[in-house]
């Protein structure tokens, strides 16, 4: 089943113009041991590159990562389990966000 979602949602972001293979540009996910991680890996680059969470601002808070999310779903129609958000929350929040390592 999650072959099916993948390709389904592979090709939805490819109509809506919004692939850019994490590999086009060399940039990756920061790797972490955090559940999200594999869930954004899975799910967040399948339409856009990695580089995107990178242009997002250091000092943005879990609220803002949890809108972000939302809109991907809801917007551009990522098929994302709602079981999974708070996982995907959590790794940007702590990865990207204000929650990142001093």
Known sequence: M?????????????????????SADGVQLKT?????????????????????MQYQPPTAPRPYWDAMVKRMKAVFKAPLDDADI?????????TYGNEQPK
């Open 32 to 52: 972490s041991d955090l559940p999200g991680y594999e869930k954004a890996q899975t799910n967040c680059t399948a339409c856009h590159s990695a580089e995107y």
């Open 2 to 22: 999650k072959i099916k979602t993948f390709l389904a949602s592979s090709l939805a972001c490819a109509a809506l113009g919004l692939v850019t293979p994490a």
């Open 86 to 94: 708070p996982a995907i929350v959590d790794y940007l929040a702590r």
